[in-house]
């Protein structure tokens, strides 16, 4: 069983940067595939990003691509996704996720096992 909490959201300007990081409980996160998906109000869930577990790999959506950096710190149980030039189209919950299958392009919600309960970014115009 894995346990994900965010942090790190909140408001910002358009142009602006955010860091956000999902801590993850249980001794094998540093098996797992991360990703971090988010959701905007009348809107599917969406991919933004994905890591496998050692970090070798990562996957972005070409919305994000560019802009978003995806990270992780396997000593701490902690992913990260720096966010730069945030754009209005980015206000949405982001969700972390965890991946039994460690690597891979995952960027099915339907891939993932463990989710987060998300934290909401605002990008104000």
């Known amino acids: 069983q894995v346990q994900l909490v965010e942090s790190g959201g909140g408001l910002v300007q358009a142009g602006g940067s955010l860091r956000l990081s999902c801590a993850a409980s249980g001794r094998t996160f540093s098996s797992y595939g991360m990703g971090w998906f988010r959701q905007a109000p009348g809107k599917e869930r969406e991919f933004v990003a994905t890591i496998?577990?050692?970090?070798?790999?990562?996957?972005?959506?070409?919305?994000?691509?560019?802009?978003?950096?995806?990270?992780?710190?396997?000593?701490?149980?902690?992913v990260y996704l720096q966010m730069n030039s945030l754009k209005p189209e980015?206000?949405?919950?982001?969700?972390?996720?965890?991946?039994?299958?460690?690597?891979?392009?995952?960027?099915?919600?339907?891939?993932?096992?463990?989710?987060?309960?998300?934290?909401?970014v605002t990008v104000s115009s």
Request: proline share 0%; charged share 15%.
């Open 90 to 120: 980015d206000t949405a919950v982001y969700y972390c996720a965890a991946a039994l299958s460690g690597t891979g392009y995952l960027r099915l919600l339907r891939q993932y096992d463990y989710w987060g309960q998300g934290t909401q």
């Open 52 to 78: 496998s577990w050692n970090g070798g790999n990562t996957y972005y959506s070409d919305s994000v691509k560019g802009r978003f950096t995806i990270s992780r710190d396997n000593a701490k149980n902690t």
